[in-house]
């Protein structure tokens, strides 16, 4: 890193390990003391108390809106404590700004990337910093430099918009490590990675915590929390619940103490009898509006009572294979058969008259499928209102529907009448999802249906998906954690670039293969019988 | 050959004022705040900087104080938009209203004081805005005239217009600046003091604004003032704005083109083309539809929107 450590306002390992040895092992990186947070009446953060040395990796495991992200955005600057102290490296210190927590070594690599998707990689890197602008040259050559201390990969010259999410992650990480961050804060980096990807990601975070940084990781997943931690602290309704070391711990506990009572985390699998095919896709091709192929040339059928998983990293075509089978894309070749019928050049109520049902979760949550400002009423109404005659609309059935989905799905909301976006993510969900069952399509494709839920809404998502399938309901269920997609589907189906690199059998098949898969190589079985035929 | 050269003298200098409006509005326009009160900070600046003329009979101070005029109503906008987060489309069309409003009222109630009954500004201060003229270039032939004749007021715009250029794309600041526009999240969360960055460019481009109004109020009508004397400009130079991609440098172009249009129909004569004059009148306006409509039709290439244009930043916003 040559020479640029010494700019740094803060401690490097080196030194934090003198002070260390000086004053025992109490010194910590950061340390909090009975934080609180209330945004009006809900108390986000109470009286949280959270702690992380240097050359340690903690993991903060937390339902949704259990705090995680309001703590952590008090450290980062963007919100401000009610109350509490705030210690780093042992001084109390206030932090009122971005500018703040920078200064003071704390980097933070947020949910969703903060970055100028028109910017290089460099300019990105270097806003924000002080001083004059150097030569392109110069500042490229630092970049290099730190990203082979940590073994990072990256064009400095490259635009953010034409990267992939992994590579966006990595700008993340290189823009907080360039302003000499010691601190790091994730917040759940690796819910849009590949397990690949994931892996890269962490050996990076062991490297960095080899340097002598301290890490704090926000993630749902147990696994991952097992794989890379030191230590965990379990946040729950706000509260910070127990810290404990991750080498004594297992995914059972863990989950016990984030929800606070004994949760099974099977996810069971019903195998139905005579599966036979109901929607089969032939040949399949779609364009995307600048004439590139989002999903190229594909081929594959959905049965009766069975799950259909699909991998594939985010933009790998799922998006557009759900609007090109819904009937929202035109599709530039191939053939979607139902029943033998072809829904291509079909108008969307006709594919859902058919008995096609969608429900796209997108990245926002709300961007399609509900109208964030009406109540559920009004949501239930848009998929049914054209069938009432005359032209009044007659809100009783309606209503009666949303009142039903709140008992059997148990959505938390005020009213019928709320507007859902007030609801929180899960129940938004749940909400679309129920109504998409309650047409009681014979075809259901979901994607995304648990993005962003915690450990207990997903699998009342799950629960629902699998009450569908005993239906004899041919699902197809778009999903990014592949733990969850070997667990509940019959087939997995992965995508990459548009393209199918194989269809296996969700029991017989790992996660690393999937992974493979994900990045465009052909199953290997496949290879095997190519060779041999 | 020599109403040629007359007619790009003309259009030169009738594109001024566009290129000032243009150039500030793309300043604030970077900072992702859309001020549709173009038309108005030019009108407050037309207005304060001639009757600062008027009295103190002294060029500089003129369109110092219309630059600060520009600056003030910049800073209304500011508040409203960036403090206090109210639609910026709103905001700036009252702007707009209450600029032209307050000019000509200001306008009318200084005229009436006069016993003479019209507001000319002194000899003293027309002369200072007179063509230059440099011994040895202005007498050039066709290079003199077409180069070194305009009033310092078109030497001012391009300045001003470079440095914008250069300030955009080759300083931290100007790096800032764009990482506002585009992604108010990103800046926050890299350091940027977005609040600050925001108010110090809307004000800037507000008091470039303003000169380009002054402009329009001391030499477009000779010296004389009239109400409503902006006249719509400051609405061309929103559409400019996207004309020139965001960037200050094809402003330069583009408001001199307009400026072209807007002087036609005096090189034109009725034998040529027997348009009616009020054709000619329509014709920038016409064009502005046209580039809005192409413009938006258009695909290839880098266009340099800031993505969050429109957008009013609340950081703590869940």
Sequence with gaps: MGGHEYDRPFLYFERAGNIMAEQGKNLYAIECKKITKTFGQVVANDEIDLNVRYGEILALLGENGSGKTTLMNMLSGIYHPDSGQIFIGGKEVKINSPVDAMNLGIGMIHQHFKLVEAFPAMDNIILGTQGKKEKNKVTSEKIKAISQTYGLEIEPEKYVCEMSVSEKQTVEILKVLYKGAEILILDEPTAVLTPQETERLFQILRKMKEKGCAIIIITHKLQEVLAISDRVTILRKGKSIDTVETSSCDAQKLTELMVGRPVSLEIERPIMENRETILKVVDLTVNKSDGSKAIDDISFDIRKGEILGVAGVAGSGQKELCEAIAGLLPASKGAVLFNKENLLGKTPSEIIEKGVSMSFVPEDRLGMGLVASMGMTDNMLLKSYQKGKGPFISRKPARELADSLIKKLGIVTPGTETPVRLLSGGNVQKVLLGREIESSPSVLITAYPVRGLDINSSYTVYDLLNEQKKKNVAVMYIGEDLDVLLELSDRIMVLCHGKITGIVDAAKTTKEEIGMMMTGENRSEDKEKEAQA | ?318
């Excluded at chain 2, 304060?48 to 630059?67: E, K, P, Q, R, W």
């Excluded at chain 2, 639609?87 to 003479?116: D, M, R, S």
Aim: glycine share 12%; proline share 4%.
């Design chain 2, 1 to 318: 050959m020599e109403i040629l050269i007359k007619f790009l003298v003309a259009a030169v200098g009738a594109g001024t004022p566009l290129l000032f409006g243009t150039v500030g509005e793309i300043l604030t326009e970077k900072t992702g705040h859309l001020n549709l009160g173009v038309e108005g900070m030019m009108s407050i600046g037309a207005c304060v900087g001639f009757m600062v003329g008027y009295y103190t009979d002294n060029f500089a101070l003129a369109i110092l104080a219309s630059a600060a005029a520009g600056a003030f109503s910049a800073l209304i906008y500011a508040v409203l938009t960036v403090t206090f987060m109210a639609n910026q489309n709103v905001t700036g069309l009252t702007l707009t209203i209450f600029g032209i409003g307050f000019a000509n009222f200001i306008g009318i109630f200084i005229l009436n004081k006069t016993p003479e009954g019209t507001l000319k500004l002194p000899e003293n201060i027309t002369a200072a805005m007179r063509g230059i003229s440099i011994s040895g270039l202005s007498e050039l032939p066709v290079v003199g005239e077409l180069l070194f004749s305009y009033s310092p007021f078109v030497y001012i715009g391009i300045i001003i217009a470079c440095i914008s250029a250069w300030y955009l794309n080759h300083t931290k600041a100007g790096l800032n600046l764009k990482a506002v526009g585009e992604n108010p999240g990103a800046a926050d969360a890299a350091g940027i003091k977005v609040t600050s960055v925001k108010y110090r460019n809307i004000i800037l481009g507000g008091a470039i604004c303003g000169i380009g109004g002054v402009y329009c109020s001391m030499i477009i009508n000779g010296g004389v003032w009239i109400s409503n004397n902006v006249g719509g400009l400051g609405w061309i130079a929103v559409a400019l704005v996207i004309f020139a991609n965001w960037q200050p440098a094809y402003a330069i172009l583009g408001s001199f083109v307009f400026g072209a249009l807007r002087v036609l129909k005096y090189y034109i004569p009725q034998s040529v083309l027997p348009f009616p004059i009020a054709f000619y009148d329509m014709l920038p306006f016409l064009i502005t539809a046209l580039v809005l409509v192409i413009s938006s039709m258009r695909k290839s290439g880098r266009i340099n929107l800031p993505a969050a244009l429109g957008l009013n930043y609340f950081r703590e916003e869940r």
